[in-house]
């Protein structure tokens, strides 16, 4: 079945032309001795731009962000069960973001692993739980296929990270075979028959309340929201979603609140919620007495597909086959004055509306800081806004640096908490190297604000001084200029909005990676 | 059965008091929402000191050198799955040193796992394969009990991490029962017949030869070792060990080579391999042509006990046995002149040799520079020495934190190559808040340089400038002492044997943590 011409290749030169040949333009990779294979198959592969990480969890990261702006996943370069670790928290969020994502994860050779080597690790157990798809390509004539299949389980049925173990012998001997270039599923429709029960639904309830995310937060996905606000449908987005068009000329729909209480409270009397792209909201974490289902009593849910399933087309379908003809007025651009005095969240957020050119990326890993800046920027020009999806903060540099090499032409903001940004702070290193064109803010409070916040909602009692310094991260303060300098990002310290304003403007204004620390109330 | 003064103790309390009563006195921490009960639980628990860590590989490699020089597991404080992925690399790694380790997981409340929230995931899915046990608390009345149990499973039948999840819910409620002081498992003892045996076996060997790890590299256990070397028994050591006593006064052991080529050559002719604390001695990767297992043929193989036994006591029984009253010579002390010229590791092994401390404990997360470093060090003041065992780079810091913390009265020396330190560098924050008298020397070469020779050994082919880059992490160069200064850790460069000599006599005449960044060749 082999193509003469294929019969010299490794099993690793023919994973990397397979997917090559599917399209994908990335690998972001920490190898170890198991992967020097791969690394000789990329050097070869001029398709595939390959990046170096210095810690796993950047690379996931980035290859989320790769995939979140270009649509395609990028593979990434995991050495055995202990680089799948160091890179898993990012592997969850993209999870939670159904970001499609490659890993291919270097194992010892096969017949080496019965010995119990020093790094050998039950890695199918390891990746299993946060793998859409997980198989060993235990044959060298079976890598090429792998990849294949790889490739596609990473678009679905729900789209996600996939994870592809690739033995070093397996990488190592001739006799690799490429792999098909396959046609990824495509995202699934509504049938007809749930557009009509949620078209009838919506004519009976005095409060229906659509939740959406995945494809319905496009474009042209807001623009079938903005036919259904019109038709009296309230819209809010997850409180965390994978990416959303915003700022001037689109339609904004509101945003699930964070803490449990608020949503609730603002629910209240919905008697019908529609989900599209998305599953039913949950409260982020349990409180003692509080409701986990942020749904309201007596309310209906109706579910109108997850993120496997094309939101944009069932919102488009569902306003048609309400005939509503009219929109919801979209956005409109205000550039705000300058700000001044203390600099704040809000101030940024000023900032940003100012100074982000038309179509910008923005990286939101901002954890407490992240909604003063959010509200600002709905009238800003254009731009694509990127959330932490699953909660494991440390995603925002790598997912800027992901994202900036998708899109070039473009120009990528981080926001990203102190505490936040201190897990994975190798990403300031790789957008030096890689030149990507990221303008990292980084909120330094010298806080886990958010914790201190938690503490007193999960009735945690008073904190004493142990718990009081196992929520700051000061003492020492981090200097976040010298951490940023130390790695080839040059950066700035602000402190009053005025210098925000003004360190903002000139990094935005020169293509390359800057950071700025942005000093906030703690 | 509750003791009615412990009636009002929450789940959280009576977890953190029972591991306190039963001798824990350190927790490596990073915390989220889900675990503000243990915080505050902490908070009110003075027998144990909570140490914040800015990402979750860094607690686990602290509590593995708090553990290796104590002897006592620490507990670590995870957030969720997320948090132990981000902390499994170096779990993997105390795992392989046998170190005992509690790691306490902060889970979702019971009843909220089934919506699926953000951070949910499949704990012990992903915890389960580097567990030696692993049970969740989902009853409040539980905590005390596991937490008793889990503490005695960390020392066995084979010493290693244990994981503990606790739900929120079992944390916040009120119910909680201390668990019971247990006595940890002793460590196992060979029997008289395998005494017997091995004694018969090395009388009729030609060239009998001992691999030992464990107990045995105690200053009890080399005693031993050296009374088997004078009765012709040739003594080594595993490649990369969990800790063992040495320098002068102390009996200095071979050990086993790191290259599988070389360690086979090496052992050629051995007819009798005894192994005490450890396995029969495996390469640490596989190569095309090249052995696994590095058993010369012929070599018949003795098994005298894992990690889980006391392999000292082993090395004397069987001294005795063979009636060895002699023992091999112990090394003298040999202060070396100050080096001069070009920096390397060699002159920083001098340099080591010069100005450590009596006690002082080595972290050697070397990589290529640790041999080099580790040589002229076997005639210094006599020392523990610890090293990476799992090959998972990234624990040299953090275990020196750790380790630091648990012998305050004792110099610590971290010897990590630039990119092994990068995956952990978070751990200088921690010495710099805890005042950790941490010595932290980085061997600044820019490279993954043990990359580029296994590049070679695979026989992946020559590189070209896509592998070159994978392999190098210059461009841009890290700055270190930038780096460590920016997390409060006072830092210099030394690019001469001279500069670096007299930094390190500096860094050691004060107290408090230090860097070096030594420039060598890459």
Redesign the interface.
């Known amino acids: 079945m082999a193509d003469p011409q294929n019969e010299t290749l490794t099993g690793a030169e023919a994973l990397v032309s397979t997917l090559a040949n599917n399209g994908v333009s990335a690998c972001f990779?920490n190898?170890?001795?198991?992967e020097?294979?791969l690394?000789?198959a990329?050097?070869?592969e001029p398709r595939i731009r390959?990046v170096?990480c210095?810690?796993e969890?950047v690379a996931t990261g980035a290859a989320d962000g790769y995939a979140r702006i270009s649509g395609t996943p990028a593979m990434t370069l995991l050495h055995l069960?202990?680089?799948y670790?160091?890179?898993?928290?990012n592997i969850?969020?993209a999870g939670?973001a159904n970001t499609p994502m490659i890993n291919v994860i270097g194992d010892?050779?096969v017949?080496?692993l019965r010995?119990?080597?020093?790094?050998t690790?039950?890695i199918v157990?390891?990746a299993?739980?946060?793998s859409r798809w997980i198989k060993s390509a235990n044959r060298v004539g079976d890598t090429g296929a792998l990849a294949s299949e790889a490739f596609a389980a990473s678009f679905g049925p729900k789209p996600g990270p996939v994870s592809l173990i690739l033995p070093?012998?397996s990488a190592?001997l001739e006799g690799g075979i490429e792999g098909e270039k396959v046609t990824p599923p495509a995202l699934r429709s509504v049938s007809k028959a749930q557009i009509d029960s949620a078209v009838e639904a919506i004519s009976n309830a005095a409060k229906p309340v659509l939740i959406i995310n995945g494809t319905a937060l496009s474009e042209t996905g807001l623009q079938a929201a903005a036919r259904l606000k019109a038709a009296g449908v309230r819209v809010l987005t997850d409180t965390?979603y994978t990416k959303m068009r915003r700022g001037a000329g689109v339609f904004a729909p509101e945003r699930m609140q964070y803490f449990a209480e608020g949503a609730m409270a603002d629910l209240e009397g919905s008697d019908l919620m529609l989900t599209a792209g998305t599953?039913p909201p949950?409260?982020?974490?349990?409180y003692?007495g509080k409701p986990?289902?942020l749904v309201p009593e007596g309310c209906d849910v109706l579910d109108l597909g997850d993120a496997g399933t094309d939101s944009a087309a069932t919102l488009a379908a569902l306003a048609d086959a309400m005939g509503a003809k009219e929109s919801a007025p979209v956005e409109t651009l205000n550039v705000p004055d300058a700000p001044t005095g203390d600099l704040t969240a809000q101030a940024v957020g000023q900032s940003l509306a100012r100074h982000m050119p038309e179509n910008a990326i923005v990286s939101d890993d901002g954890v407490s800081n992240g909604l003063m800046s959010y509200i600002p920027t709905q009238n800003a020009q254009p731009h694509d806004w990127m959330m932490l999806?699953?909660?494991?903060i440390?995603m925002g540099m790598p997912l800027a640096l992901g994202a900036a090499l998708a899109a070039q032409d473009r120009k990528t903001i981080c926001l990203s908490g102190d505490?936040a940004g201190?897990?994975t702070?190798?990403a300031l290193?790789s957008m030096?190297?890689e030149q990507a064109d990221v303008t990292t803010i980084v909120f330094v409070n010298h806080s886990y604000r958010?914790?201190n916040i938690?503490?007193y909602r999960?009735?945690?009692?008073n904190?004493?001084?142990?718990?009081k310094?196992?929520?700051?991260?000061g003492?020492?303060?981090?200097?976040?200029?010298?951490?940023s300098?130390?790695?080839?990002v040059p950066a700035a310290e602000a402190t009053t909005a005025e210098a925000f304003d003004e360190a903002l403007a000139e990094a935005i204004a020169v293509p390359g990676p800057r950071l700025i620390a942005a000093v906030v109330p703690g």
Do not use: C, K
């Open positions: 990779a190898p170890g001795t198991s020097m294979h690394v000789t990329l050097d070869g390959s170096l210095l810690f969890g069960g202990a680089g670790m160091n890179a898993g928290a969850h969020n939670r010892h050779a017949p080496h010995y119990d080597a020093p790094l690790s039950d157990g390891l299993g739980p946060n070093a012998d190592w965390f599953q949950v409260a982020f974490f349990a003692p986990s289902l999806t699953g909660g494991a440390g505490g201190m897990y702070n190798q290193w030096a190297r958010i914790l938690e503490l999960t009735g945690a009692g904190p004493g001084p142990t718990a310094d196992m929520l700051s991260i003492g020492p303060d981090i200097d976040w200029v010298q951490l300098t130390s790695m080839g």
